[in-house]
């Protein structure tokens, strides 16, 4: 068995409600598919012609210009997949798929092969990478491995809105503290993603809670850069040990499904 099958295994073991990869499930209106995919260093190496052969040009020059070798071949492995799954919903090959950039830098399908409406958001952690899709509404998607060595009480007074600030002091030991970080952390990059600001505004302005599910997330932005509207759906993501992960989307889904992606399996479909 492969260290990579072995690891999904573990972690199909930690978390809840997540399945194995099925190419079969439409996605429809008002439904919510979230992949999560692990690749070991090593099926990267070997698998990076084949990923690379599944990804668009625009997304090719975009990878040709990282200059260090471990990052763009860690992109290429994860692109490759990335749009692997995406070519399932769409019905046309990977590296057909013509993908066009917001102002700030957000990846989307351009409209004239995307007749559904289609959207979707990519987030990674160190060999973790985390696809969200869903039809005719934004969507963003964050994971962050919860480091034990950073200085979260710093990061927390200097990025965290004054209640989210309030909520961490009232947390009674240093390692619930940490988790609720981090997990706030991936609440307000979810958030941020799916509103397309990317990290451009004062962190501080934005309010997002530290758990649970928040259908108001508002923000003080003087810039309007936040958008008009500040009623968004965040909900946290069931994660493996060591990660916390977060959702955001601006209607909150009639179906949630959350898949495992085990590449050894799914190499074999093209």
């Known amino acids: 068995m492969s260290e990579a099958l072995i ?9 809840k ?8 499930s439409g996605l429809e209106a008002g439904s919510i598919h979230i992949w999560l995919i ?14 690379w052969a599944m990804i668009p ?5 975009r990878i040709k210009r990282l200059r260090v070798p471990e990052i763009r071949n860690n992109r290429i492995g994860i692109h ?13 090959p990977a590296h057909k798929i013509p993908i066009v950039r917001t102002k700030k830098g957000k990846p989307r399908i351009a409209p004239e092969a995307n007749k559904a409406g289609l959207e979707f958001n990519i987030s990674h952690s160190n060999d973790i990478v985390l696809l969200a899709i869903t039809v005719n509404q934004p969507i963003g998607i964050d994971i962050e491995y919860v480091d034990v060595k950073r200085p979260w009480n710093a990061l927390a007074k200097r990025y965290y809105h004054p209640d989210e600030i309030s909520a961490l002091l009232e947390t009674s030991d240093e390692m619930s503290a940490l988790n609720l970080f981090y997990q706030c952390w991936t609440r307000k990059e979810a958030y941020l993603k799916a509103v397309g600001s990317g990290l451009d505004c004062a962190l501080r302005n934005v309010f997002v809670g530290l758990s649970g599910v928040t259908k108001i997330a508002y923000a003080n932005d003087q810039n309007g850069i936040l958008g008009e509207r500040n009623f968004w759906h965040i909900v946290n993501i069931d994660m493996p040990v060591a990660y916390r992960g977060a959702l955001a ?3 909150e889904p009639d179906t949630l499904c959350k898949y495992f992606y085990i590449h ?7």
């Open 7 to 15: 690891n999904m295994t573990d972690i199909l073991g930690q978390c």
């Open 80 to 92: 490759g997949l990335v749009y692997h799954i995406l070519s399932h919903y769409l019905a046309i």
């Open 38 to 51: 692990q690749m070991s260093s090593e099926q990267k190496t070997l698998a990076l012609e084949t990923a």
């Open 249 to 251: 989307t601006l209607f």
């Open 264 to 270: 050894e399996d799914n190499r074999k479909e093209t």
């Open 57 to 61: 040009d625009s997304e090719q020059k």
């Open 17 to 24: 409600g997540w399945e194995p990869a099925s190419f079969g």
